[in-house]
């Protein structure tokens, strides 16, 4: 099974981003579950969703505790949240980020997921979609495949510049 | 069809597909994205009911009531304080043998506020003569209700059923849904006792000491009768739609020396830490009970059996717990677990099943053993 | 007093509010609290309010505060206000309440708690919506807005939630918005000045519920205010007298199209509803101005 943690802010789309991930997957043939963990409904704070991958049924319910992967959508939640918190000894990170960073211990990827979004023009009542880009670097580091990501996209988004930018940041995302 | 759909999002498509004249409904975290799918699949134009959006839980029911003895099919959702703020209600609903079909995704109750799962918000509804089923997945979600409609609208029954969800842990989780071509499975309403002008009747009116006894029994009577229908319905989903459903669903429970009794995502859950337990040599099983009312005859003679609670009766004990034991009239290690979305991992289930004392209560997080 | 500058300094919501970035509801409430100072409990039943205080143990707001379920509020506070004044006590007890658990759930209780002459202030501040459960609509969803449950916009118009309390005939009762505090600091002493049930509704513009970005709150309440939409008055035993910005807009409203436009939950609403919403916004201002000048 591989588990993985999704640190976002309210409005971002930090859920949806697992929704997408886990359709996704469910695409290439596998059984995923995502979830988040709600407070009440509230712009601007800071969540974490999760998502569950693996190649037999998933009855677990319970929080993920030890995720194999951490992905940070916002890096403004680091000043509040432990986001490395139960990774997995060789587990990876991946920030939404123009530049590289450093997680010791840890493997990290980074993509500029917002300046791709903003040069896509995604951005929804003041905020950059990033769950749509994400899927791309996600192709990139091979957890999903980039035809299935591309079929969850257009399943849940009729604009087709979520498709471009997921293909923006797959292009860009350096392993 | 295939599909992807949260606990939420999968009894809304089954409520659109049965096709209710009206659907009556107040929002309450976690239950909002229900009536929300719904009221946007009647805008639409997808799903020709008609919504009310009623000022209370309260209204809510009364509404369904209302809707319900004109012979039209209905349905509501709620939670928590939405279901106790419907308690009279309720009681009316199942009193005035109406098959009204209601989701509920339990939450616990306050005060604190606290919108995460626990089951004794539908549990303390068991007196009412609804009858209640618990499910543990989002696909169990969908079939469930489809079939809740098929149960309560059979002439023998002609009560109304809650389906049960756990808030956030399965109503907001993602997963595979597979949706079915109805066909003739769910057969037309004919409400026997509907209004009719040409045959006026006075409903519910005044009713003395002679009589009204005759009333409850005859609620009792069809809940009895519902075990039939309720194992024909199922048999008959089954048949057609190929997916096996029973008043509980046993996990390795054959040879088990001790059996897990739990309901919800839990039991789920529960055969995770069983698998687990199976390593170490510990022959373990897992009962999710599915139908908690009419409450059923479960096999667990000559087995050990650890009873997980997400609720708890004041003053007496954990509501399934107590319910077994009235019925096996044999000591059980009560687990009080899951109380306000608390955490349990299918380690901690291996746990209580470790550490078992029977005949004992054990508070999850409160006890300082296990 | 006219100036922000003069309103006391002491802050009774502290720091790390669970409050959205823009939202309304705690600003207006700085200046309730900052105008009824500490002898105060709040009422507060299920709305956004509730999880704006934060999560135990820890608490937000530095009065006491009772949360009760949805609709019983005023009830409540009935109970509240009467075992206080019956032990000498002269604490304020202000309901503080959204449009869902004051136009629905809750209005049994307010209706029964006024007639009663409850010695309390009710506030519902008002964001047009359920926002706690994520923006399903009230009653106080104005015509035409887009909710979760209406998604092609409502089709019934906003309840006259002030008329009804009119109708109980309290000693006071006001409108405020919260772009504008010093109105509604003035407006909460002078409520608290009566002795028997008063009545405040504040317009709470919400980023998430109308959908506009979080730095335009004030802009969209004054907006509001300006477009004649919202108007700013109060009732002291049922006499009218509008307060000044609303005097403004009455002679000089900007149009209507500046306050839709740049809410997403109007997007798309079609020419006739606008046709009407203006007739009956023009309808309402007529009836005030005529009821103000009367003698």
């Known amino acids: ?175 | 069809m295939k599909k992807i759909a949260t606990g939420n999002k999968a009894v809304a498509e089954a409520v659109k597909q049965v096709i209710p004249g009206v659907v009556a409904a107040y929002p309450i975290t976690p239950q909002t994205e229900i009536v929300e799918q719904i009221a946007e699949f009647v805008s639409s134009g997808e799903l020709k009911s008609k919504y009310i959006a009623v000022e209370s839980e309260h209204s809510a029911m009364a509404a369904c009531i209302g809707a319900s003895i004109t012979g039209t099919r209905t349905f509501t959702a709620t939670s928590s304080h939405g279901l106790l703020y419907m308690h009279e209600m309720t009681n009316w609903a199942a009193g005035a043998r109406l098959p009204i079909v209601m989701a509920n995704v339990n939450r616990s109750l306050g005060p604190g506020w606290n919108i995460w799962a626990e089951h004794t918000d539908a549990l303390q509804e068991r007196d009412t003569g609804w009858l209640q089923v618990y499910v543990s997945s989002v696909q169990e979600a969908y079939d469930a209700t489809l079939m809740a409609f098929r149960i309560a609208e059979h002439n023998n029954v002609l009560l109304p059923v809650m389906v049960n969800l756990d808030g956030f842990t399965l109503s907001h989780i993602m997963q595979p849904l597979e949706t079915v071509n109805l066909g003739d499975f769910i057969p037309p309403l004919h409400l026997a006792h509907a209004i009719d002008v040409t045959k006026p009747t006075a409903y519910g009116g005044l009713t003395g000491p002679d009589q009204q006894f005759r009333f409850r029994w005859d609620i009792e009577r069809s809940m009895r009768d519902s075990v039939k229908v309720i194992e024909e319905t199922e048999t008959e989903f089954n048949k057609r739609f190929g997916r096996k459903y029973g008043f509980t669903e046993d996990y390795c429970c054959e040879d088990a020396e001790v059996v897990i009794v739990s309901m919800g995502t839990l039991g789920k859950e529960a055969e995770v830490a069983v698998d687990l337990l199976r390593k170490e040599g510990i022959k373990a099983g897992s009962m999710r009970l599915r139908w908690f009312r009419p409450f059923p005859k479960l096999d667990l003679e000559g087995k050990q059996v650890v009873v997980i609670d997400r609720d708890y009766s004041f003053g007496r004990g954990g509501i399934l717990a107590t319910e077994i034991m009235a019925q096996t009239r044999e000591a059980v290690f009560s687990v009080i677990a899951g109380i306000g979305g608390q955490e349990v991992t299918y380690d901690d289930i291996a746990d209580f099943v470790r550490n078992r004392r029977i005949g004992e209560e054990f508070w999850f997080g409160v006890s300082d053993r296990v | 007093m006219n100036t922000i500058a003069e309103i006391p300094k002491e802050e009774y919501i502290l720091k790390c509010t669970s409050a959205c970035a823009g939202c309304s509801d705690s600003l207006a409430l700085r200046y309730v609290l900052k105008a009824a100072g500490p002898d105060t409990t709040l009422v507060v039943p299920a709305c956004c309010t509730s999880v704006i205080q934060g999560i135990y143990p820890n608490t937000a707001f530095n009065v006491p505060v009772y949360n009760i379920a949805f609709g019983a509020a005023a009830a409540c506070a009935s109970g509240m206000s009467n075992a206080f004044r019956a032990a000498g006590k002269k604490t304020n007890v202000i309901v503080y309440a959204g449009d869902g658990g004051t136009l629905d759930i809750g209005i049994q209780a307010m209706s029964g708690a006024f007639e009663r002459g409850t010695d309390f202030l009710y506030i519902c501040y008002d964001n047009e919506a359920y926002g706690n459960t994520g923006m399903q609509r009230s009653s106080g969803t104005p015509l035409g807005a887009k909710t979760t449950t209406t998604p092609a916009g409502k089709t019934d118009a906003k309840k006259d939630i002030d008329a009804i309390i009119a109708a109980h005939n309290p000693p006071y009762q006001a409108t405020a918005c919260a772009a504008y505090p010093q109105d509604l600091f003035k407006k909460v002493q002078k409520a608290l000045t009566f002795r028997g049930p008063t009545f405040i509704h504040i317009l709470a513009p919400c980023p998430p519920g109308w959908r506009y970005s979080t730095e335009k709150s004030v802009e969209m309440g004054k907006l509001a205010v300006k477009t004649g939409m919202w108007v700013l008055w109060e009732r002291e035993y049922g006499k009218l007298t509008i307060t000044p910005p609303s005097k403004a807009a009455m002679r000089k409203p900007l149009p209507l199209e500046d306050y839709l436009a740049p809410q997403g939950r109007f997007k798309g609403i079609d020419t006739k509803t606008v046709e009407i919403i203006k007739q009956r916004l023009a309808k309402n201002l007529a009836k005030l101005a005529a009821e103000e000048a009367e003698p």
């Open chain 1, 1 to 175: 099974m591989f588990e993985i943690r999704i640190h976002s802010r309210g409005g971002q789309g930090g859920v949806t981003a697992a929704r997408l991930l886990a359709l996704s997957a469910i695409h290439d043939g596998k059984y995923a579950t995502a979830c988040p963990f709600y407070g009440a409904e509230r712009r601007g704070a800071p969540i974490v969703s999760f998502v569950r991958i693996d190649d037999k049924p998933i009855k677990i319910y319970s929080q993920i505790k030890k995720p194999d992967m951490v992905i940070v959508l916002d890096a403004s939640v680091m000043d509040v949240v432990d986001v490395l918190q139960g990774l997995k000894t060789g587990g990876k990170v991946l920030i939404n980020s123009a530049h590289a960073k450093e997680f010791s211990g840890f493997s990290s990827g980074h993509v500029d997921l917002t300046g791709i979004a903003l040069k896509e023009k995604l951005v929804v009542a003041g905020s950059p979609i990033l769950n749509t880009p994400v899927l791309g670097a996600l192709a990139k580091m091979g957890i999903i495949s980039v035809d299935s990501a591309k079929v969850a996209i257009r399943e849940m988004f009729s604009d087709e510049r979520n498709v471009k930018a997921a293909e923006a940041a797959y292009k860009e995302m350096k392993i």
